[in-house]
């Protein structure tokens, strides 16, 4: 029986971390690695038989930590990249991710993923160990640079301008107060649950509390951006991209009789970024990824908090105050793209160590060819049916042939895919490996 080396990348939202974590699996697999890719539900429920490898987690939160603890008393080697720490540029925000965490966390990973050397420094001021702490910058940001968003998202951009033609995209994001999951109490709950507020400390009450009322502003703001704009860019459509939290039919209804304005939740948000004319959002990771893509982004920021301050999109896109504000700003850069605005990131290095030249795929890789890494017979255990919920398949189905033809794409930059297979382990869930290795 072969021996491999095993890399497990799981996944929770498809749109977020599908592209990104299959283009670091290229290059796990061009330097002997074996991958494991796909839904976590079913490699969290099957830790303990698995073959001993190393796993990547998505998050520090005590919902993935119960998880990360077991990997690593079944054997494993476990790393972990916080995504939420991603959008923040300043030890406010991230204090209000990492504050409430159970420190154990940091005990059950032998690494921890940075984003920057910002992300590193904090953890260390709060006795995290140097030796712990790798900064490789964000996956996310890799497949947005030239010459390689092209090959996952070329296609995609030429199918939604020839459907839609010229038009203004709206990246939404209210998890608070449109959630598909539940009430404001019901994600007070989850954020109870994982760690995020605290029940016992009024100040991380009222914290959570701000929030709601943050969104309830910015939402106000983009009702009122589209009906203006739909009056005012008639030459144009108006997309609405609410978050995959989102309950799409509360926004769908609310805009279903206005002619040009279009209600899509449809894969990746990158390529439906790189075809608008402009983006708008209200303090969205979005308008970061937007000024990577070249797309200029105008952020709406009509109640000013420690959020909205440390959002690293708000330092690099045009910032108004509200709807009306960034209707005048698209018309005043409409006529005119050598005057667009664009500011300099090179500063922001130290928040994404991969904003310009760095890669966080070579960085991971590289730093992973290291780690003594034991190869294993592969045995497999038999996955039962998992018995998903329906917002969990929602937030990740992959099927085979979507995984052949995507891997087809990223292999064709470097590798031979007639070397390599891909064998279906469960719903949603693959294991991929050189032939005869």
Not at 257 to 264: A, M, P, Q
Not at 385 to 405: A, G, V, W
Request: net charge neutral.
């Amino acid at each position: 029986m072969n021996s491999y080396k095993i890399i497990y990348l799981p996944i929770e939202l498809k749109d977020r971390e599908f592209d990104a974590k299959l283009f670091l699996a290229t290059s796990l697999l061009d330097k002997g690695f074996s991958v494991v890719i796909g839904q976590q539900w079913a490699i969290y429920q099957a830790l303990r038989d698995l073959p001993k490898g190393v796993i990547l987690f998505k998050s520090l939160n005590k919902i993935s930590s119960s998880a990360a603890i077991q990997a690593k008393n079944f054997g494993h080697i476990t790393l972990a990249q916080e995504e939420e720490s991603l959008p923040f540029a300043g030890n406010k925000s991230l204090d209000s991710i990492f504050t409430l965490l159970n420190i154990e966390i940091f005990d059950s990973l032998d690494y921890v993923l940075c984003n920057g050397d910002l992300e590193k420094k904090y953890h260390e001021s709060k006795g995290i160990k140097s030796g712990k702490l790798i900064t490789v910058g964000n996956l996310r940001i890799d497949i947005l640079k030239k010459g390689i968003r092209e090959v996952f998202f070329k296609d995609k951009v030429s199918e939604i301008k020839k459907r839609f033609g010229k038009y203004i995209l709206i990246n939404t994001n209210f998890g608070f107060v449109n959630a598909t999951i539940g009430s404001v109490d019901h994600i007070f709950n989850i954020y109870v649950q994982a760690g995020l507020t605290n029940p016992a400390d009024q100040d991380s009450v009222n914290e959570f509390n701000d929030l709601v009322n943050w969104e309830l502003s910015n939402l106000k703001e983009i009702r009122d951006f589209v009906r203006l704009a739909s009056e005012t860019f008639k030459s144009h459509n108006i997309i609405i991209r609410p978050h995959p939290a989102e309950n799409i039919m509360a926004i769908e209804n609310e805009f279903k009789n206005i002619k040009n304005v279009y209600v899509i939740r449809d894969g990746s948000h990158v390529p439906w970024t790189m075809g608008a004319d402009f983006l708008i959002h209200t303090s969205c990771t979005t308008g970061f990824e937007a000024r990577i893509l070249e797309t200029t982004a105008i952020s709406i920021v009509s109640n000013n908090n420690f959020l909205s301050q440390d959002m690293i999109s708000n330092k690099v896109n045009i910032i108004t105050k509200n709807s009306v504000e960034a209707i005048s700003k698209i018309l005043e850069y409409s006529d005119s793209e050598s005057n667009m605005p664009r500011k300099d990131i090179v500063i922001y290095e130290p928040i994404i160590d991969n904003i310009l030249e760095n890669c966080a795929q070579e960085k991971i890789v590289k730093f992973i060819e290291k780690i003594n890494l034991i190869s294993n017979e592969i045995n497999f255990p038999k996955f039962p049916d998992t018995e998903r919920k329906p917002f969990q398949i929602q937030k990740c189905f992959i099927s085979l042939h979507e995984i052949e033809n995507k891997i087809k794409k990223i292999f064709g930059m470097k590798l031979n895919i007639n070397e390599y297979k891909i064998e279906t382990l469960t719903d949603s869930l693959f294991f991929i490996t050189k032939e005869n290795s």
